[in-house]
């Protein structure tokens, strides 16, 4: 077991469930030292109610082995269907209804079990329920383990756009076990390299290197390269976000392939870990275009993307508009949250392992970017 720990954030790492309690006990140290909870801890002596909130997925195959782990006697579950779906504004109601119904309290506990979706919406409903009720994130999928479970940003989507209703709200402790790795399909792991190899155009060039190096045993899940991929990522991105918690400046490097990916996402429901694999080719395509990388460099990254089996471009069939579909994902990147003053915001790769926040590029030049990267 290994603990990264700032005043923002808690993220316990280990290679199974057994050591649940133990990091529970660490996030309390405080409060045990004080005499205020005994030092043998069960969770119902700091939480009348625990709540588990979890997807039909994860439900059979993790859900046994994770409760067998818990030290609690009053858990409730609350199982969604897995995919964005479940992101949405009659979810989010329905979960709330079910909390009052069981009658959780400001001194209850939500579990969020699973992987993206799941830590989205149930981080959104204990942001908002009764003002705030603490919650402990325990994502499954390799995207929540390095990413989305860390760092406080919750949230649910309307209609095509993603995450607009949602709060910054810390869980009180990320608790990854990185075997739950191996359960995902080859697509859903796949998927999550995405944003594994996201941290290393954003923060770690070397890190790149590593993923080339290694780029076969990661693929087979083998414990040690889980480990050290998890780890990493997980690192910088509680650096990062005890930095700038609330997305003042740093934070948004984090952002890096999301802002066209989300475009693409959205439009042609695809997975958030393709469409960000293609955001990220687009925003490389875009720096080589504008001269602000190397091609060496241009073509290292697109190699890593290819190494991992991720699509640099996005598919159309024969019956769809090429123009059209272009410009919708432009308006909905012009949509995007993260913009200010009726500009694109765009992180683009300035160096080696560094992004920039670029604010100035020409919407024809988005476009024909965002044309270039169809498969049609």
């Known amino acids: 077991m290994e603990k990264i720990e700032t005043a923002i954030c808690s993220v316990v790492i280990d290679k199974d469930y057994k050591s649940f309690n133990e990091a529970v006990k660490l996030v309390n140290s405080n409060d045990i030292n004080k005499g205020l909870i005994k030092a043998d801890i069960d969770l119902n002596d700091i939480y009348d109610k625990v709540l588990i909130i979890s997807d039909d997925n994860v439900y059979k195959h993790m859900m046994k082995e994770f409760t067998s782990s818990i030290k609690a006697k009053y858990i409730y579950e609350y199982i969604v269907s897995p995919g964005e779906q479940s992101k949405s504004l009659d979810v989010y109601e329905e979960i709330m209804n079910y909390c009052i119904r069981i009658n959780l309290s400001r001194k209850s506990l939500i579990l ?21 009720i603490d919650i402990i994130q325990v994502p499954t999928s390799l995207l929540a383990q390095v990413d989305s479970s860390i760092g406080g940003k919750t949230g649910i989507n309307l209609g095509n756009f993603k995450n607009i209703m949602g709060s910054f709200y810390q869980p009180k402790l990320t608790y990854i076990n990185v075997n739950s790795l191996k359960s995902l399909s080859e697509e859903e792991f796949i998927s999550g390299m995405a944003e594994v190899i996201k941290y290393s155009a954003i923060y770690d060039y070397e890190f790149l290197d590593y993923l080339i190096e290694n780029s076969e045993a990661i693929l087979n899940k083998e414990e040690k390269y889980l480990y050290y991929i998890v780890k990493k990522c997980a690192g910088i991105k509680v650096e990062v976000v005890s930095n700038d918690e609330k997305e003042g400046g740093l934070r948004k490097i984090l952002n890096f392939g999301h802002t066209f990916g989300h475009g693409v996402e959205k439009l042609l429901k695809i997975s958030h870990g393709k469409a960000v694999s293609i955001g990220m080719a687009m925003a490389f395509k875009l720096s080589l275009d504008e001269k602000l990388i190397s091609k060496e460099y241009y073509d290292k990254f697109i190699r890593v993307i290819n190494l991992y089996k991720l699509p640099l471009k996005y598919d159309l069939n024969e019956n769809m508009d090429k123009d059209h579909i272009a410009k919708e994902i432009l ?12 500009k694109i915001n765009l992180i683009l790769p300035t160096e080696l392992g560094k992004v920039s926040l670029m604010d100035n590029i020409d919407e024809e030049k988005i476009l024909n970017i965002i044309r270039e990267s169809q498969n049609a």
């Open 112 to 132: 969020a079990l699973g992987g993206g979706v799941v830590g989205d919406l149930a981080g959104f409903i204990a942001s908002t329920y009764m003002r705030g």
């Open 331 to 342: 308006y909905i990147m012009k949509s995007d949250k993260k913009n200010s003053f009726g």
